[in-house]
């Protein structure tokens, strides 16, 4: 990336009904003396879904975060882009565009950008990268250790594939915290993520402080990452479904909650009306080679784990759970 990283945007109610980013982006908003600390850095605060958090939905149209796809460079004609945008009906099309015009993102990717989210699922706190790099690992690492049981998960996605936020910047990471209820805060949860953002842009600030024309040369991946990264595996699973599209079955008991936890041949996955458990054995719902990749990681010790299990804002994507590769992270090892 260029180097120093001054200009920072810190995104909070990309999804409207997620209220924790929103009160932590209006603290900073209303608190500028906090600003003070990071005096190298040039913080522009994004309420991105305003329509939304208004209405406390997730989303308008559409998921404000699968469209960050402008590609660099930018476009020429601004207006002409927002014009097409309002004409397709979608206020998230526009408002994606407004987005990269307000942070500076058509001249160039800005330089970091930080966004803000809550999960229904038991995820705790986790730090969702793009892809590893020497200053997003150097970040993880800081908050890893200030939060024990916190985790990274790395997408593994290329800068042409990614239609999120974090596309927006030469680099970035989401914040994300669970459980939270769709349309509320919690004091807590708030506490958390303000911590870990005032620790991002404090290890930020000292970074341009000591180095500010070179980037630093960053010290080998720690151990600490090593043993709490996750790396996204393959595609997500859907619930089983029935002749109308519904879901059959729901999340079950002895799965509801695992989050971060290794995943095993024969488990509980999910209970059907009629009270049958469906297991995680090869069927109409689970792919052959999740089974496969299960079994062949077992031999060397490591798993696959699944995440965001039961997301209520996934039923619509077809998602009930997703999976992860964890070399080395099992959450079952947590005190």
């Not at 308008?60 to 207006?79: A, H, K, V, W």
């Not at 960053?218 to 089983?240: A, H, M, Q």
Request: proline share 8%.
């Amino acid at each position: 990336m260029n180097w120093p990283p001054i200009n920072i945007a810190l995104l909070g109610g990309t999804h409207g009904n997620e209220r924790t980013g929103i009160i932590v982006l209006q603290q900073f908003i209303h608190n500028p003396d906090w600003l003070k600390s990071y005096s190298t850095l040039s913080l522009i605060p994004v309420l991105a879904n305003p329509r939304a958090a208004e209405r406390n939905s997730r989303y308008i149209d559409c998921d404000l975060n699968r469209q960050f796809t402008q590609s660099y460079p930018p476009l020429t004609n601004i207006s002409t882009a927002l014009e097409e945008a309002r004409r397709s009906g979608s206020y998230e099309v526009g408002r994606a565009l407004e987005i990269q015009e307000q942070i500076g993102a058509y001249t160039q990717p800005i330089s970091f950008l930080i966004d803000l989210h809550s999960t229904t699922s038991n995820m705790g706190l986790c730090l969702i990268i793009p892809r590893e790099t020497p200053l997003s690992i150097h970040l993880c690492s800081l908050v890893l250790a200030e939060f024990p049981d916190s985790f990274v998960l790395c997408e593994n996605v290329l800068p042409n594939e990614d239609n999120t936020s974090t596309h927006l910047a030469e680099e970035g990471l989401v914040l994300e915290i669970g459980p939270v209820p769709q349309g509320m805060a919690q004091p807590i949860p708030v506490q958390i993520l303000q911590i870990a953002v005032r620790l991002i842009l404090q290890a930020l600030h000292e970074l341009i402080e000591d180095h500010p024309s070179t980037a630093p040369p960053f010290p080998p991946t720690p151990e600490l990452y090593k043993n709490r990264v996750v790396y996204r595996w393959g595609s997500s699973i859907d619930y089983p479904r029935d002749h109308l599209g519904l879901p059959r079955a729901m999340i079950h008991p002895d799965f509801m909650g695992k989050d971060g936890f290794p995943l095993e041949e024969g488990q509980a996955l999910f209970l059907d009306a009629q009270g049958n458990t469906l297991r995680l054995e090869a069927s109409d719902f689970i792919p052959q080679d999740l089974i496969l990749a299960l079994r062949a990681l077992r031999q060397k010790n490591e798993s696959l784990v699944a995440f965001f299990i039961g997301e209520a804002a996934y039923l619509e994507k077809g998602i009930a759970f997703q999976v992860g590769y964890a070399p080395l992270y099992h959450k079952s090892q947590k005190t």
